[in-house]
Structure formats: structure tokens, C-alpha cells
């Protein structure tokens, strides 16, 4: 089984570069120890969030379905024919992460199938579930199974998750709309349409969770502290160019964050994260 456990892990690494060069950017930052389990994580959400997303065509719901089926089993059994399942699963019972976790992702997955806009509490919902505990998951890595770091560190790390998601909302505005008939904020529909006040609401929510997030970064392992702090600077450069473009504009054009400056924010990173923990 080695080699089909190398092999596995290794295939959920070339899925996650395929998808988020800012992602195995971070990653890379991290300890040795800790990228696999990452990169498990990330590719299992990535197809789960394909299928919902991507697969048109298909009977996205009967396939969402039996991918929730196929995960339960994987870990169950501790084995899948499934390579991104199985990487998965090796990630949930090594670090015990929670089921409910998962249940919650799935479940937030599901409902996209259904929902153009959302209410406060089905979008808290769906926050939860599509972003926070992702972060939850990988918390459970970083801190090898203590639980008392993990429970300090809880609030900030599902912060940090939905700022992530929240800013790719604000990325995302036209796709979202023109592709899948989406809008990702509260009691707003694409009839009413998203203006520059419902814009400036999201983003004081996104400020607030950043400054958080930050609190629970300082205290993370040394070894992902890096990583995590890279994925932060990344996503508060693409926030500031986002903040800094009205509705008009995100309708016209997706805001990027460019190669060579990711590379900066990197490096700057790597400066900045050796004060961090006395800040």
C-alpha cells in the first residue's frame, strides 16, 4: 500500500497546483510534514466544489450523492479506489478531523444546487460549511491532535476561512452571475442587484475577520506559520484591490493578483512572519 499512499497523495498535490498557484504557494512554505495532509485537504474540496460548480451537463445532485456515499465509505474502511478520496481519508482518521466537519462542507456544497441568493441564516450557513470548516480541517493538522490548541485557535481559523471566501465572492461577482445564477450576499438577488453599499457591508465583515485571523496566526506552529501568513498576505493584497474597485468595475473584470507579485508578498512574508509573534 506505500506506494498506492505516495502516489495518491501525490496526485491530490498536482490537482491543488493545477487549480491555486496562491494556494501551493503557501503550501510550499509550510514544514515538509505538514504539505501532504494539505494538499489532500484541498484537492478533496476542490472536486467536491467542481461537481457543483463545473460539471454542466451532468446530474450534478446523483453525483454530489454518491461522492458524499464514497467519502463516509473511504473512511470507514480506511481505503478507496478513488485517489483524492483515499489521500482524504488517510488525512481524517490520522488527525481525527471531525465528521461534522465534513458533513458540513457537503452540505454547503448541496445547497448550491438549489440557491441563486441567500437569506442571513442560510448564508451563515453556508459560510460555515464552505469555508470555516476548511479551515477547521486543516487546524486539526497543524496542531497534531491537541486539543487545547485547537480549541484556542478555533475562532481565528474559521475567520480566516470565510475572509477567503467572502473576498472570492467579491472576485467572483461575474461569473458567479453570469454562469451559475449566483450571488453570495445577503438578501441580495441578481434582480436587485449588488451595489456599492451592499459591496462596502461585505467588506467591513471581511476587515474585521482578517484582524481575527491575524491573532490566531501568531500563535500557530512554527512550521505552517509561514504558510498560513503567505496565504493571509495574499488574500489582503487581493482584498485592497478589490476594496479599491467599485461594483461597476468587478462586473466588467475579474481582479488578479499577478504572478510576480505573488512572488513578492512571499518574500515579504518571509520578513514579516519573524516579528509576527511578538507583535
Same mark, same amino acid.
Given at each position: 500500500?506505500?506506494?498506492?499512499n ?6 491530490s498535490?498536482l490537482?491543488?497546483k493545477r487549480?491555486?498557484?496562491s494556494f501551493?504557494?503557501?503550501?510550499r512554505?509550510f514544514?515538509?510534514k505538514?504539505?501532504d ?8 474540496v476542490?472536486v ?13 445532485l446523483s453525483?454530489l450523492?454518491e461522492?458524499r ?6 473512511? =470507514?474502511t480506511?481505503? @478507496?479506489t478513488?485517489?483524492v478520496?483515499? &489521500? *482524504? %481519508?488517510? !488525512? ?5 478531523v471531525?465528521?461534522e ?6 452540505d454547503?456544497?448541496?445547497?448550491d444546487?438549489?440557491?441563486g441568493?441567500y437569506?442571513q441564516?442560510s448564508?451563515d ?7 470555516e470548516v476548511v ?9 497534531n491532535?491537541d486539543?487545547s490548541e485547537?480549541d =484556542?485557535?478555533?475562532? @481565528?481559523?474559521r475567520a480566516?476561512?470565510? &475572509? *477567503? %471566501?467572502? !473576498?472570492n465572492?467579491?472576485?467572483?461577482i ?11 450576499l445577503?438578501?441580495v438577488?441578481?434582480v436587485a442587484?449588488?451595489?456599492d453599499i451592499n459591496k462596502?457591508i461585505l ?14 496566526i501568531r500563535?500557530?506552529?512554527?512550521g505552517?506559520?509561514?504558510g498560513?501568513?503567505s ?9 485592497n484591490?478589490?476594496?479599491?474597485s467599485?461594483?461597476e ?6 481582479v488578479r493578483v499577478p504572478n510576480?507579485?505573488k512572488?513578492i508578498?512571499?518574500?515579504?512574508s ?10
Amino acid at each position: 500500500m506505500e506506494l498506492y499512499n505516495i502516489t495518491c497523495s501525490e496526485m491530490s498535490k498536482l490537482l491543488t497546483k493545477r487549480y491555486s498557484t496562491s494556494f501551493s504557494l503557501g503550501i510550499r512554505a509550510f514544514d515538509k510534514k505538514y504539505r501532504d495532509p494539505i494538499y489532500s485537504i484541498y484537492a478533496y474540496v476542490r472536486v467536491a466544489d467542481e461537481i457543483v460548480d463545473t460539471f454542466h451537463g451532468f446530474d450534478k445532485l446523483s453525483l454530489l450523492k454518491e461522492f458524499r456515499k464514497d467519502t463516509y465509505r473511504a473512511i =470507514k474502511t480506511c481505503v @478507496s479506489t478513488n485517489p483524492v478520496l483515499h &489521500a *482524504f %481519508q488517510e !488525512v481524517v482518521n490520522r488527525y481525527n478531523v471531525d465528521i461534522e466537519f465534513i458533513d458540513a462542507f457537503l452540505d454547503s456544497m448541496e445547497m448550491d444546487l438549489y440557491n441563486g441568493y441567500y437569506e442571513q441564516t442560510s448564508y451563515d450557513k453556508y459560510i460555515y460549511g464552505s469555508a470555516e470548516v476548511v479551515g477547521l480541517m486543516c487546524l486539526r493538522v497543524f496542531v497534531n491532535g491537541d486539543q487545547s490548541e485547537f480549541d =484556542k485557535l478555533r475562532e @481565528s481559523a474559521r475567520a480566516l476561512g470565510s &475572509a *477567503f %471566501q467572502k !473576498v472570492n465572492f467579491l472576485r467572483d461577482i461575474r461569473s458567479d452571475i453570469e454562469e451559475r445564477g449566483r450571488i453570495y450576499l445577503p438578501g441580495v438577488n441578481k434582480v436587485a442587484g449588488i451595489d456599492d453599499i451592499n459591496k462596502a457591508i461585505l467588506e467591513e465583515s471581511i476587515e474585521n475577520e482578517f484582524a481575527i485571523a491575524l491573532e490566531g496566526i501568531r500563535q500557530l506552529p512554527q512550521g505552517v506559520r509561514l504558510g498560513v501568513y503567505s496565504a493571509y498576505s495574499y488574500y489582503l493584497n487581493l482584498f485592497n484591490r478589490i476594496r479599491a474597485s467599485n461594483v461597476e468595475v468587478l462586473l466588467k473584470k475579474r481582479v488578479r493578483v499577478p504572478n510576480w507579485k505573488k512572488l513578492i508578498l512571499l518574500s515579504k512574508s518571509i520578513i514579516e512572519v519573524k516579528i509576527l509573534k511578538t507583535c
